[in-house]
C-alpha cells in the first residue's frame, strides 16, 4: 500500500528525488509527470498541464506522437540496438541522406549521429579542428552549448554552468552577441571581431565560429540576416569554417526547418538533436562532405550514437513535418503567439520585449520603474502559472526571459488556454490579481 501511495504522490516522490538525485540537477517545476499526449502532461495526482516546455524544445512533433510510437515499437521488433561503429543498420543510412538534403540541398552533404546536443557540439569542433588544422574557436556571449567541460567553455553564461569546474579547455574566445534591447549593436559585435582578430588571435589561426542562429538559453535573440551574411563573409574569405547550433532553433521551431535557411546563408557544419528525435535521444553533425571526412577512420562516434531505435523514431519525425504541414503551422502559431503576447506587454509594464522567430517566442521581464532585468519576478510568474496548470521555463543571462516551446502539434485552443493562464499569472505575480 505505501509503494503505491508513493507513486501517486508529488510530494512524497519529490521528497525521494530530494534524498537520492544531487542537487545539481535542478528541476523548474514540484511535479512528477506519469503520462503525457501532444501538449499535455499529467502528473502523478492527475493533474493537467499544458506543456509549453516540451523537454526544452525536444518535442515538437509533441509527446507519444502515434506515428514515433509506432515506428520505436516496429524497429524495438528488429533491432534495438547494435552500435554502428560494429554493424550498420538502414535507418541510420536513411536518416544520414534526409538529413544531408535537407541541410546540403544539392551538394555533397554527410552526417554522423550522436546522443546529446553536447556531444554533437564537441564533435563539430572536432571535425573543424581536423579540417582547417587550426585550434581557435569563437564563440558567443549567451550563448548555450551544453554541460561537458569543452560546452561550457563554448556557452558565454557563468551561472549556473561555469561554476568551479575550470580550468577550461583553451583556445576559445568570445564575441558579445547583438542586443538590441540592451545596447548591443550588430555593427558593435562584428568591430569586437575585428578585434579580436587584431590583439586575440590571428584570423589564419580559427579554426570556426559557432553561432546559434536564435539564442536559445541566452534569450531567444534572434541574429539578424544581416550579420550572418557578414560572418560568413569573414569566414570565408579567412578560410575559418561556420558552424550554425541549431539544436534548439531546429526542427521547424523558427517556421523553417531550420533557422539558418531564413538568414541567406549555407553554414559549413550544423550540430542538431533535441526535436531531432520526437523524445528520443539522438544528435547530429550535418556538413560539408570535405570537412566531414577530415577526421581519421575512428576519429569519430560513440557507443549509443545513432541508436537504430532513435533513428526510426528520428525518420518518422521527419515524416511528419511533410504529412502535417508543421512547418506552416509553426510560422501560425508563432505569429498568434507573438501577437497575444504584444498585447500582453501593452498591458503589463514588467513585459520590456517580446521577440522571436516563428513558434520560438520570448517575454523579457524588467522592473517597470528601473527597467534592469527583474529575475524574481520572473520566477513568481512561472510559479503562477504553474499553478493555473500551464509550464513554462526561463532563460536569459539574468534569468529574466521567460520562452515558449510548445509543440507545433499545439491547437488554437490549448494556445488561446495557455496565454489566459499565463495573463492570469502575470496578474498575480505583479499584483493585479489578488
Given at each position: 500500500?505505501?509503494?503505491?501511495?508513493?507513486y501517486s504522490d508529488n510530494s512524497l516522490l519529490l521528497d525521494a528525488r530530494e534524498q537520492n538525485v544531487p542537487r545539481g540537477v535542478v528541476t523548474a517545476h514540484p511535479l512528477v509527470i506519469e503520462r503525457a499526449r501532444g501538449s499535455e502532461v499529467w502528473d502523478v495526482e492527475g493533474n493537467r498541464y499544458l506543456d509549453f516546455v516540451g523537454g526544452i524544445g525536444v518535442l515538437n512533433v509533441g509527446h507519444n506522437h502515434p506515428a514515433v510510437v509506432?515506428?520505436?515499437?516496429?524497429?524495438?521488433?528488429?533491432?534495438?540496438?547494435?552500435?554502428?561503429?560494429?554493424?550498420?543498420?538502414?535507418?541510420?543510412?536513411?536518416?544520414?541522406?534526409?538529413?544531408?538534403?535537407?541541410?546540403?540541398?544539392?551538394?555533397?552533404?554527410?552526417?554522423?549521429?550522436?546522443?546529446?546536443?553536447?556531444?554533437?557540439?564537441?564533435?563539430?569542433?572536432?571535425?573543424?579542428?581536423?579540417?582547417?588544422?587550426?585550434?581557435?574557436?569563437?564563440?558567443?556571449?549567451?550563448?548555450?552549448?551544453?554541460?561537458?567541460?569543452?560546452?561550457?567553455?563554448?556557452?558565454?553564461?557563468?551561472?549556473?554552468?561555469?561554476?568551479?569546474?575550470?580550468?577550461?579547455?583553451?583556445?576559445?574566445?568570445?564575441?558579445?552577441?547583438?542586443?538590441?534591447?540592451?545596447?548591443?549593436?550588430?555593427?558593435?559585435?562584428?568591430?569586437?571581431?575585428?578585434?579580436?582578430?587584431?590583439?586575440?588571435?590571428?584570423?589564419?589561426?580559427?579554426?570556426?565560429?559557432?553561432?546559434?542562429?536564435?539564442?536559445?538559453?541566452?534569450?531567444?535573440?534572434?541574429?539578424?540576416?544581416?550579420?550572418?551574411?557578414?560572418?560568413?563573409?569573414?569566414?570565408?574569405?579567412?578560410?575559418?569554417?561556420?558552424?550554425?547550433?541549431?539544436?534548439?532553433?531546429?526542427?521547424?521551431?523558427?517556421?523553417?526547418?531550420?533557422?539558418?535557411?531564413?538568414?541567406?546563408?549555407?553554414?559549413?557544419?550544423?550540430?542538431?538533436?533535441?526535436?531531432?528525435?520526437?523524445?528520443?535521444?539522438?544528435?547530429?553533425?550535418?556538413?560539408?562532405?570535405?570537412?566531414?571526412?577530415?577526421?581519421?577512420?575512428?576519429?569519430?562516434?560513440?557507443?549509443?550514437?545513432?541508436?537504430?531505435?532513435?533513428?526510426?523514431?528520428?525518420?518518422?519525425?521527419?515524416?511528419?513535418?511533410?504529412?502535417?504541414?508543421?512547418?506552416?503551422?509553426s510560422c501560425q502559431l508563432g505569429e498568434q503567439l507573438n501577437a497575444r503576447l504584444r498585447q500582453l506587454a501593452d498591458k503589463y509594464a514588467c513585459i520590456g520585449d517580446v521577440r522571436g522567430v516563428g513558434f520560438m517566442q520570448a517575454v523579457e521581464i524588467l522592473d517597470f520603474e528601473t527597467g534592469r532585468p527583474d529575475a524574481a519576478l520572473t520566477q513568481r510568474i512561472l510559479d503562477s502559472a504553474c499553478q493555473e496548470g500551464l509550464l513554462l521555463?526561463?532563460?536569459?543571462?539574468?534569468?529574466?526571459?521567460?520562452?515558449?516551446?510548445?509543440?507545433?502539434?499545439?491547437?488554437?485552443?490549448?494556445?488561446?488556454?495557455?496565454?489566459?493562464?499565463?495573463?492570469?499569472?502575470?496578474?498575480?505575480?505583479?499584483?493585479?490579481?489578488?
Amino acid at each position: 500500500m505505501a509503494e503505491q501511495q508513493a507513486y501517486s504522490d508529488n510530494s512524497l516522490l519529490l521528497d525521494a528525488r530530494e534524498q537520492n538525485v544531487p542537487r545539481g540537477v535542478v528541476t523548474a517545476h514540484p511535479l512528477v509527470i506519469e503520462r503525457a499526449r501532444g501538449s499535455e502532461v499529467w502528473d502523478v495526482e492527475g493533474n493537467r498541464y499544458l506543456d509549453f516546455v516540451g523537454g526544452i524544445g525536444v518535442l515538437n512533433v509533441g509527446h507519444n506522437h502515434p506515428a514515433v510510437v509506432n515506428a520505436v515499437t516496429r524497429q524495438l521488433g528488429l533491432v534495438s540496438h547494435a552500435c554502428f561503429q560494429v554493424v550498420a543498420y538502414p535507418g541510420y543510412i536513411e536518416l544520414a541522406q534526409r538529413l544531408n538534403k535537407l541541410v546540403g540541398g544539392d551538394e555533397a552533404y554527410k552526417s554522423v549521429f550522436f546522443t546529446s546536443g553536447a556531444e554533437a557540439v564537441e564533435n563539430a569542433v572536432k571535425i573543424a579542428r581536423s579540417h582547417t588544422q587550426r585550434s581557435g574557436i569563437i564563440a558567443f556571449d549567451g550563448a548555450f552549448h551544453g554541460r561537458t567541460l569543452l560546452g561550457i567553455t563554448l556557452t558565454g553564461m557563468s551561472a549556473p554552468y561555469k561554476q568551479n569546474f575550470g580550468p577550461f579547455p583553451g583556445d576559445i574566445y568570445r564575441l558579445p552577441f547583438p542586443n538590441p534591447l540592451h545596447g548591443i549593436t550588430e555593427a558593435d559585435c562584428l568591430k569586437a571581431l575585428d578585434q579580436l582578430f587584431a590583439v586575440q588571435i590571428l584570423p589564419e589561426r580559427v579554426a570556426a565560429i559557432i553561432i546559434e542562429p536564435v539564442q536559445g538559453d541566452g534569450g531567444f535573440l534572434p541574429a539578424g540576416p544581416a550579420f550572418m551574411q557578414a560572418l560568413r563573409r569573414i569566414t570565408s574569405q579567412h578560410g575559418i569554417l561556420l558552424i550554425c547550433d541549431e539544436i534548439q532553433s531546429g526542427f521547424g521551431r523558427t517556421g523553417t526547418m531550420f533557422a539558418f535557411q531564413q538568414l541567406g546563408i549555407k553554414p559549413d557544419l550544423v550540430t542538431l538533436a533535441k526535436s531531432l528525435g520526437g523524445g528520443l535521444p539522438i544528435s547530429g553533425v550535418v556538413g560539408r562532405a570535405e570537412i566531414m571526412d577530415a577526421p581519421m577512420p575512428g576519429g569519430l562516434g560513440g557507443t549509443y550514437g545513432g541508436n537504430a531505435l532513435a533513428c526510426a523514431a528520428a525518420l518518422a519525425v521527419l515524416d511528419l513535418f511533410e504529412q502535417e504541414n508543421l512547418l506552416q503551422r509553426s510560422c501560425q502559431l508563432g505569429e498568434q503567439l507573438n501577437a497575444r503576447l504584444r498585447q500582453l506587454a501593452d498591458k503589463y509594464a514588467c513585459i520590456g520585449d517580446v521577440r522571436g522567430v516563428g513558434f520560438m517566442q520570448a517575454v523579457e521581464i524588467l522592473d517597470f520603474e528601473t527597467g534592469r532585468p527583474d529575475a524574481a519576478l520572473t520566477q513568481r510568474i512561472l510559479d503562477s502559472a504553474c499553478q493555473e496548470g500551464l509550464l513554462l521555463i526561463k532563460c536569459g543571462l539574468h534569468r529574466n526571459t521567460i520562452r515558449f516551446l510548445a509543440p507545433l502539434v499545439t491547437t488554437d485552443s490549448q494556445l488561446e488556454e495557455a496565454l489566459h493562464i499565463f495573463d492570469i499569472a502575470l496578474a498575480r505575480a505583479t499584483g493585479r490579481l489578488g
